[in-house]
């Protein structure tokens, strides 16, 4: 009997803490502030369970409330994580002033993206100091195949990986999307023999951006640089003109992190 009431106190504790993850999940940067009723409706959880978890991830401060209206919102303390874990990224120490030296050179904006949970995770930004620029979007999610720096992400992933990617749909997000398996194939393939690749118009309507590989010592590529702006500015014969640039730079960081370019590796030849 006492095994039993063990085992199911386990796994209220489990629940909890599973409950509490979810919880925390359920802002973003379009809802970075939530009450307790729409946090229960989003969690299909009763209010009281959701409050119970909200006062305790607030105590420990990884919520905070805002005391004019109730609603909750991401603590201090999940910054403090998350700084933590991108200080022992190491390839965004290494990349850095790489990236900062391709926003001055260009005067556009710069970012540093990986690919996590089959979406690009964009954990670094330079902006560009033009009024018109590109926004920061460190911390937002995309689509893979639709970016430039999913693009270069995909194009070295396993087959495997890739097929499965593409088995769980690519929905369009401007017309120019590329939408179609074989399409999509034909581009990364394209990527791999060129170490770049090019987002014309295909996440962002006016918006067009290069992007190259970041490479480890074993040759597994972990992150993209891009070079982003607007149309106006980045006329396709414009963007193709940085791609000496950003390629190098990107080498530079890969060497950085012990990779060794070789003319025998079949993912580092160019058309």
């Known amino acids: 009997m006492e095994r039993k009431l063990n085992s199911a106190k386990s796994r209220t504790r489990l629940s909890s803490v599973a409950n509490s993850l979810r919880l925390i999940k359920a802002f973003s940067e379009d809802e970075y502030e939530i009450g307790i009723s729409d946090l229960a409706k989003r969690l299909g959880l009763a209010k009281s369970t959701v409050h119970r978890l909200a006062s305790t991830l607030l105590e420990e401060g990884i919520l ?15 910054f403090e994580l998350g700084a933590m874990v991108r200080r ?23 970012h540093l993206a990986i690919l996590d949970h089959d979406s690009i995770l964009y954990i670094i930004t330079h902006e560009s100091k033009q009024a ?33 990617i593409i088995a769980r749909g690519l929905p369009a997000s401007t017309p120019n999307t590329i939408v179609d398996a074989k399409a999509l194939r034909r581009e990364l393939a394209a990527v791999r023999a060129r170490d770049y690749a090019l987002d014309d118009e295909e ?37 193709l003109g940085w791609s000496r640039e950003l390629v190098d730079a990107a080498e530079a960081v890969s060497q950085r992190l012990g990779w060794q370019p070789s003319r025998a590796d079949p993912l580092h030849k160019r058309a």
């Open 64 to 78: 905070e409330q805002n005391p004019a209206d109730g609603k909750y919102h991401p603590g201090l303390a999940l």
């Open 88 to 110: 022992k990224m190491d390839f965004t120490m290494e990349a850095r002033p790489f990236l900062r030296a391709l926003m001055e050179k260009t005067g556009e904006t710069v």
């Open 132 to 164: 018109l620029r590109m926004g920061s979007k460190v911390g937002t999610r995309v689509p893979a195949h639709s970016t430039a720096v999913g693009k270069t992400l995909l194009a070295f992933q396993p087959d495997e990986e890739i097929d499965r």
């Open 203 to 239: 996440s962002e309507i006016g918006l067009r951006s290069i992007a190259a590989p970041i490479r480890v010592y074993s040759g597994n590529v972990v992150a993209a640089i891009s070079i982003a702006g607007p149309v106006h500015r980045m006329a396709r014969k414009s963007l």
